[in-house]
Structures are given as structure tokens and as C-alpha cells.
């Protein structure tokens, strides 16, 4: 690995030797590479800088030493200094974490975006991926809404934004003189009333529970497949040792080992392409057996370590090994940027980059959720005219643009439109004008005279870049575009190619 390893966690989360982190741990330790621990509270207290208070993994590491690595005194790691950062730290989040984990993105490779682990912590998120794949689900934190919801579909399970561990998930049945809700870890609780009921689940946060219908096959266990990049390493199934419905480690499941059947192999090549455009490379899918005898989606986790040294175990396997050794991978590839046209394998990754411009704000005119299949739309009218880019680096695609006709009127055939957008945390290297400069090359060729770039004014930093590429200011829509309430006006930008 040419540069450091920098882990953060909570030792104290994992008091056990055979705890899933402190076995990575000690297998990062035991490697070549020089490791470095950072405790998930003191990173969420540090201030910005070009360094972080860290200590060094010694070798070999034992269970006591990782579970004394927060009371050693740390010496400041330069960022640059780190190849690679994964950190592991369990729900909930202190309030700013993944913030300040973000805010480290443009300095650090993280194993698992931080940006991305926030967008995947949306109670919405999985039924948008993998919807076709779970059961019948619901994100709402209205009673109405809810209430039929479990009229349709009976007993259900909701489950608790940020929480791990089964902490957060309950299931609800109805009965002739209210509901009832039981969990794991607490004692069945009886309300009257949904409304009481669904506020203290919440417990203060307005953030929608999710709601699932509860599967009667949930008692033959729940398959853990752990996968890596899009690799299958392998899968066992936990199981509650008393036969209750959650199987969970962290309440008492029992591993054995599984099978991967053609049900789960389609579910994960249907959705994990979507985790890796995102930068969410380490994945463990959560599978039930749904009405029909039939493995399901119930969850997929991101960044998670557990199931490696359960492989391991299980299988005598080389599971860690292969985690340890694609980390170094991932460590090692150059930075190369290189502007391609955009393949279907890319539509993912197109697609979360303008979502995030989207969910910024003051970006574009869209508000909408935009998939793989939008940027499919793009390109299906096959026009030799029109180019969609893409900016890949570290085998990553971290920006994309594209020229499209500006209209098909006979009198504007050649005149093209263009735009570009960037990883929000790959922005000011230079990706942007690598793919603009294409783009009017491209246009150049084909006998484009004319280049027209639309820009909302509350983006000055975008008037500013195609500017700086030839584009010039010939007038501004005022008042033009409405979107959360808010007015904006468009900047209309042109560039003559003759």
C-alpha cells in the first residue's frame, strides 16, 4: 500500500474478542501496512485541518490493546498521508459525524463515502433501489397513511431511522381494542392509540419509520450475503436461538452456513451497481423468506465488516483476506482522469451525481428523484448529434456532461446545448473543464456554429466556469423557475464556434 490505513470506530462498541470489528482490526494490524486508529468520538469533536489526533495499530493486536486504543495518546496524522479511511461506527450517529466524515472527501478515499452513507440512511432509499426485491413497504410517519397501510397488509414491521443492532426495529399487530408492538430487547407495550403509538417509536426525530409487511417465513432466518465491489464472497444464514422473529447476532442469532441461490444473485446484481457509482463498495445484503418461500431483500448494509470472519470460520475461507487485499487495491490505483463516452454501466453513477445537484438546490430546475433509468432515456434516441461524457478516475466516474440538440426545429440544427456536472466532492480539480473542452471539441467537429449553456443565477460558480471556456453572458430570465418555494432566474450563456 503506498500510503497509510486510517480506521475509526468505537473499541468500547465491541467489548468482545469475536467481535466482527476488533477481529478486522487485528487483521488489519497483522498486515504490512501502516494502520492508524481514530476514535468516532474524538474525529466528531476535531476541528478542520490537515490533520487528525491518531494512533498507530502495533503488531500483533490483541483484544485488550484494541480495546485500549482510545486511552493512548495520539500524534497528528497528516491526511496526506493516508491512502485510504473506513470507518465503523455503530448507530445512532452523534449529531454532525457524517458531516464532519464528509467534510473530509475531497482529502481522504474513504472505502465507503461518507455523502453517500446519508443518502443510504433514508428511510426511502432502499424501496428505491431495491423495491422490486422486498417486501410490500411503506416510509411515512402519517397515521392515516399508515393506518392503511397495516389495513392492507396486516401485521407489519417498522423500522427506526439510524439504529443498528435491532434496536430500532418493532413489530405491530393490530387487535380489537388497539395494537400491539413488541421488540427484542423490551417488554410488549399496548397502545389505544396509533398516533401515541407511532410518536413514541419515533422517539422525538421526524425523520419517516419504514414499515414492512411482516413476513411469516422470518423464523427460518435471515441470510447475510457479504459482498465486496460487486463480488459474492458467500453467505450463512442467522437464527434466533428461542425462535423469536428477529435473528439478529446482537439478540441472540445463531450462524450456520448457506447457500446463494438465483434469487439473491439477481437481486444483488440488480442493485449493487447502484452502491458502487455511490462509493458504497462493502455491502452485506439482509435476505427473509417471504409468503412464498422465496429470499427476499430486507436490508442492505453499507460499510459493514460483520460476515467476513463469519465466512471464515464457517467455510475456512480466505473471506478477510480478500477484504484486505482489495482494500490495498483500492489503495493503490493511480489518480488518472480520463473523459470517455458513457457506457450503460455508468447510468448509476450518472444519475447519483446529478442527484446530488438536485437535492443541493440552486443547481438545476429538476426536482425529482433520478435513477439509472432517466439516463437511459437520454441516450435511447440514438442521435450521432448528442454525446454523454463521463469523467472516470480510480476506476470511478466522478463527473459527467453532455451536448444535446437545443432544439428540433430545422433553423436551430446546428446549434447545441451543453452541461456538466461533478462529484460534489471532486469539484476544483479540474474534472469539469477536462469534460467541457471535449464537449465544444466534439461540437467543433460535427459543424456545431453555436453552443448555448443555461445557468441559475444563485450559481455563480458556474457562470464563472464556462466563462473561463469562451461562454458569454447574453441575458438573464428573470423569475423564470419555481422550486421549493423559491423563485430563480436563469443565466443564458452562449459561445460561437465560428
Not at 422465496?294 to 473471506?319: K, P, T
Request: glycine share 8%.
Amino acid at each position: 500500500m503506498r500510503g497509510d490505513l486510517l480506521l475509526i470506530c468505537d473499541p468500547s462498541s465491541y467489548p468482545t474478542a469475536d467481535s466482527d470489528v476488533a477481529g478486522f482490526y487485528k487483521a488489519v494490524a497483522a498486515g504490512s501496512t501502516t494502520s492508524w486508529h481514530v476514535s468516532s468520538s474524538a474525529f466528531a469533536s476535531s476541528t478542520a485541518g490537515c490533520t487528525l489526533p491518531a494512533v498507530r495499530l502495533q503488531q500483533p493486536l490483541h483484544q485488550a490493546d484494541f480495546l485500549q486504543l482510545d486511552s493512548r495518546s495520539p500524534t497528528a496524522l497528516p491526511l496526506n498521508q493516508v491512502s485510504a479511511a473506513f470507518c465503523r461506527t455503530l448507530k445512532p450517529f452523534r449529531d454532525g459525524y457524517l458531516n464532519r466524515l464528509q467534510s473530509l472527501e475531497p482529502s481522504l478515499r474513504f472505502l465507503n463515502r461518507p455523502s453517500s452513507k446519508k443518502r443510504q440512511m433514508e428511510a426511502v432509499f432502499l424501496n428505491e433501489v431495491a423495491g422490486s426485491f422486498t417486501p410490500p413497504t411503506l416510509c411515512s410517519c402519517d397515521p392515516e397513511t399508515i393506518e392503511r397501510f397495516i389495513a392492507d397488509h396486516g401485521t407489519v414491521v417498522a423500522k427506526r431511522n439510524n439504529s443498528t443492532q435491532a434496536q430500532g426495529v418493532f413489530r405491530i399487530q393490530r387487535t380489537t381494542s388497539g395494537w400491539i408492538t413488541d421488540h427484542v430487547h423490551e417488554a410488549e407495550r399496548a397502545d389505544t392509540s396509533l398516533p401515541e403509538l407511532l410518536k413514541a417509536l419515533q422517539q422525538g426525530s421526524e425523520e419517516p419509520l419504514q414499515f414492512s409487511r411482516f413476513l411469516r417465513g422470518t423464523t427460518a432466518g435471515d441470510k447475510r450475503v457479504v459482498v465486496v465491489d460487486g463480488t459474492i464472497l458467500g453467505a450463512f444464514r442467522r437464527r434466533s436461538k428461542h425462535g423469536h422473529w428477529v435473528n439478529n447476532r446482537a439478540a441472540g442469532g445463531h450462524c450456520v452456513a448457506d447457500t446463494i441461490g438465483d434469487d439473491e444473485r439477481i437481486a444483488i446484481a440488480s442493485t449493487w451497481p447502484t452502491y458502487r457509482a455511490m462509493g458504497l463498495r462493502i455491502l452485506g445484503y439482509d435476505f427473509l423468506k417471504n409468503d412464498c418461500g422465496r429470499w427476499c431483500i430486507s436490508e442492505i448494509n453499507a460499510g459493514n465488516v460483520g460476515g467476513f470472519m463469519r465466512l471464515d470460520a464457517l467455510y475456512q475461507s480466505n473471506a478477510m483476506a480478500h477484504l484486505l487485499a482489495w482494500i490495498q487495491d483500492f489503495s493503490e490505483r493511480p489518480s488518472a482522469l480520463k473523459v470517455r463516452p458513457a457506457q450503460t454501466s455508468d447510468h448509476a453513477a450518472i444519475a447519483w451525481i446529478y442527484q446530488q445537484a438536485i437535492d443541493a438546490g440552486g443547481i438545476t430546475m429538476d426536482d425529482r428523484r433520478f435513477g439509472s433509468e432517466d439516463v437511459a432515456l437520454k441516450q435511447a434516441g440514438g442521435d450521432p448529434r448528442e454525446l454523454l461524457l463521463v469523467a472516470e478516475d480510480r476506476n470511478e466516474v466522478v463527473g459527467w456532461g453532455e451536448l444535446k440538440r437545443y432544439s428540433d426545429r430545422a433553423g436551430y440544427q446546428y446549434t447545441a446545448e451543453t452541461s456538466v456536472y461533478v462529484h460534489q466532492s471532486e469539484r476544483s480539480r479540474g474534472i469539469g473543464s477536462s469534460i467541457q473542452r471535449q464537449l465544444i471539441q466534439r461540437a467543433k467537429q460535427q459543424g456545431d456554429c453555436h453552443l448555448v449553456a443555461k445557468v441559475v443565477a444563485s450559481n455563480p460558480d458556474s457562470v464563472a466556469f464556462h466563462q473561463q471556456h469562451g461562454y458569454r453572458i447574453v441575458g438573464t430570465q428573470q423569475r423564470i423557475g419555481q422550486l421549493r418555494n423559491t423563485w430563480f432566474d436563469v443565466v443564458i450563456l452562449e459561445l460561437n464556434l465560428r
